[in-house]
C-alpha cells in the first residue's frame, strides 16, 4: 500500500529561499512527487501537522486547497491501486495527476519528438512533426465539403506555415512547441472510428500510400503505448488491442540495378566538378561499399579510411563498421584528395557544415540528398534507364547483383543487420533463380 503525504521539500527551494509545497507519494520506498505550484518560506511551515502556519498571509485559503488535494491524491490512489496493485510509484502518480483531465495527444507527441530533436535525431522528429501536421490537418477539415475545397484549404494553411518568416534552423523548434499548447485531441478520442477516417482521409485527401499511412497508425500506436505504461491513460481506451485496429506492415518490391546498368552509370561521360558528376561518385561510393546509407557517406572524413579499410559508425544504429576498400572506391577518392587535411570530408556538400550545430549538418544532408534525387534521375535518362534510380537503390543494386552468390551471414555482415532474418527476408527479392526454374520446368513443354 502506497502512502500520501504533504511535504515541504526542501531540495528544491528557489533563490528567495522559499520552497514548493507538493504531495509525496511513496510506495515500495520509491518517492515521487505532484508539485502544487504553491512556494513558502520554512518559516512557516508547521512539519508535524504538515500544513501552513497562521504567521503566513494566506494561510486558511491554501491549507484549504492543500487539504483538497491531499483528498483528490488518496481518492485517486485508491481507484489506480484497486484495478492495478502492479503499478509502479510514477505510473500512480501519473494517474493521480491528470485525475479529472484528458491527456493531450498533441502534447505528448510533441514533447517526445522534442526529445528527439534534442538527441540529435533530426530525421525522426522531422517525420513524426509532419505526422502532427497530417493529424491536425485532419481535425480542421470538413469531410462533407468538396476534395477539391478541402485540399486547396490544406495548401493554403501549409503556404502560410512555410512563408511565416522563421528562420529555417529554427522552424522546427518552433512547430514542436506550438503544437505542444494544443490541447484539441485527447487519446480516449482515437477510437478505431478516429483511425478509419484518417486513413480515408491520408488516402484520400492527401494522396499517401498504404506504407506511409502505416507508418502514421505506428507513430499513434506507440505514443499509446507511452501513455498508458505510464499511467496516464487507462488500457480500456487502446484502439489497438484484440479485434480493433490491427496494423500489417507491407513490403513493395525492391528493384535494384543490374550489372550493366551500373557499369553505363560508370562509363557515363560527365563534366568533372559539377553537381551530376559528384552525385554520380557518391552514389557509386554507396553501392561498392554494399549500399552505405547516403547519410553516412556524405559524413565520412579521411581520417575513416586506415590501412586500406574503412572504419566509420552507421548513425542509424551506431553499429561499428569496418570493410576493406574495394578498388573502384579508391578510384573515387583519388578524385578528391587534392586539398584533403584528416578531419576533412571526402566529399564536398558538408564542407560548409557549421561543426558545433548538428541541425545545420542534418539540413544540409537533407538539402544534398534532394539534389541527388533531382541528377539521379538525369543520369538514369542519360544510361536509358527505365527504373527509378534514387538514393537508396545503391543498396537494392548491391543485394540484386549479390543474388544468391553470396551467403546470406557475409550478407548480413555487409548490410549491417542485426538480426539474420532481416538479411533473408531482405535478400529474398533478390533471388529467382529456383523459382524461374521450377516454373520453367512446368510449362515449357
Known sequence: MASVKIVLVNHKRKKDGSAPIAIRLI????????????????KDWNASERCIKKSHPNSTRL????????????????????????????????????????????????ERIER????????????????????????????????????????????????????????????????????????????????????????????????????QLI??????????????????????????EKIKITSGHKIGLTREEVLMIEDLKLEEQTSIWHTRNVWLFSFYFAGIRISDVLEMRWSDFKDGRLFYTMNKNEKPVSLKIPEKAKIITELYKRKRKSLDYIFPFLHNANPKNEYDKFVKIRNASRLFDKYLKRIAEQCGIEKNLSNHIARHSFGNIAGDTISPHMLQKLYRHSDLKTTVGYQANFIHKEADDALDAVVNF
Open 27 to 42: 510506495k515500495n520506498r520509491k518517492p515521487s512527487y505532484i508539485f502544487t505550484g504553491n512556494y513558502i518560506l520554512e
Open 63 to 110: 491549507n484549504n486547497l492543500l487539504q483538497k488535494k491531499l483528498s483528490e491524491a488518496h481518492a485517486s490512489l485508491l481507484d489506480a491501486e484497486t484495478s492495478d496493485d502492479s503499478l509502479s510509484t510514477k505510473q500512480i502518480t501519473n494517474k493521480v495527476k491528470r485525475k479529472g483531465n484528458r491527456v493531450s495527444f498533441f502534447e505528448v507527441a510533441a
Open 116 to 215: 528527439k530533436y534534442k538527441g540529435g535525431t533530426f530525421s525522426v522528429a522531422k517525420s513524426e512533426l509532419s505526422i502532427l501536421c497530417n493529424i491536425e490537418e485532419f481535425l480542421n477539415s470538413n469531410s462533407r465539403e468538396p476534395m477539391e475545397s478541402v485540399i486547396e484549404q490544406i495548401k493554403d494553411r501549409r503556404i502560410k506555415r512555410m512563408v511565416n518568416g522563421r528562420k529555417p534552423e529554427h522552424s522546427m523548434v518552433d512547430d514542436i512547441k506550438a503544437f505542444a499548447k494544443k490541447k484539441t485531441l485527447s487519446f480516449e478520442e482515437i477510437d478505431t472510428a478516429f483511425l478509419n477516417k484518417y486513413k480515408s482521409f491520408c488516402a484520400a485527401y492527401l494522396g499517401q500510400k498504404t506504407r506511409t499511412i502505416t507508418n
Open 219 to 244: 507513430f499513434i500506436r506507440t505514443l499509446f503505448n507511452q501513455v498508458i505504461t505510464d499511467g496516464e491513460v487507462d488500457r480500456k481506451h487502446y484502439p489497438f488491442a484484440g479485434e480493433k
